[in-house]
T-cell receptor, first 117, second 108 residues
Framework: GAVVSQHPSWVICKSGTSVKIECRSLDFQATTMFWYRQFPKQSLMLMATSNEGSKATYEQGVEKDKFLINHASLTLSTLTVTSAHPEDSSFYIC?????????????FGPGTRLTVL | AQRVTQPEKLLSVFKGAPVELKCNYSYSGSPELFWYVQYSRQRLQLLLRHISRESIKGFTADLNKGETSFHLKKPFAQEEDSAMYYCALMTGAQKLVFGQGTRLTINP
């Protein structure tokens, strides 16, 4: 099946710095990717929809200036957490549908654990 | 409002016993529902979707629109079924709304 990768798998940064997380579709093209956030022992919450070649759409309550999303190619979306603070510490997961084979199936990345000190 | 509710955070059953993980949803449109599973140290993966009416790894789920439910069932649990299970509702533009998840533990 389709594979989605994320890099890095974990990152620790100082408060006030920015962190970039990459999400790649390895063997298919993804015009749309989704970014989720998962707090410990909680469910996945959709943050935003990343659209190739256009602006991302953010869910209610998610600060677009805080979580910058760039979907520059059909296989890569990046999430940049700007001026990170400890409350941004979380598990960030991306997903993408493989429209070529199964349009309604989301393939998930392994996640990136962000810890802000 | 669109919402998915999994009332049980934890569920523990013995090997060979039947398993039922509950899922209820709230959605004004025509629901498209999924069960995703996350095994230990692995990524989230699709288990089954209501639209295909398939059985995967012995699991089945029937959409009951009257009760707005999509419970996941397996007649005989196996130890390898121990995992985190998430029920999810697909809304417009392929967005997924997840339930809180149920951690299933199968005891030997």
């Amino acid at each position: 099946g389709a594979v989605v990768s994320q890099h890095p798998s974990w990152v620790i940064c100082k408060s006030g710095t920015s962190v970039k997380i990459e999400c790649r579709s390895l063997d298919f093209q993804a015009t749309t990717m989704f970014w989720y956030r998962q707090f410990p022992k909680q469910s996945l919450m959709l943050m935003a929809t990343s659209n190739e070649g256009s602006k991302a759409t953010y869910e209610q309550g998610v600060e677009k200036d805080k979580f910058l999303i760039n979907h520059a190619s059909l296989t890569l979306s990046t999430l940049t957490v700007t001026s990170a603070h400890p409350e941004d510490s979380s598990f960030y997961i991306c997903s993408a549908p493989d429209r070529g084979s199964s349009p309604d199936t989301q393939y998930f990345g392994p996640g990136t654990r962000l810890t802000v000190l | 409002a669109q919402r998915v509710t999994q009332p049980e955070k934890l569920l523990s059953v013995f090997k060979g016993a039947p398993v039922e993980l509950k899922c209820n949803y709230s959605y004004s449109g025509s629901p498209e529902l999924f069960w995703y599973v996350q095994y230990s140290r692995q990524r989230l993966q699709l288990l089954l979707r209501h639209i295909s009416r398939e059985s995967i790894k012995g699991f089945t789920a029937d959409l009951n629109k009257g009760e707005t439910s999509f419970h996941l069932k397996k007649p005989f649990a196996q130890e390898e079924d121990s995992a985190m299970y998430y029920c999810a509702l697909m809304t417009g533009a392929q967005k997924l709304v997840f339930g809180q998840g149920t951690r299933l533990t199968i005891n030997p």
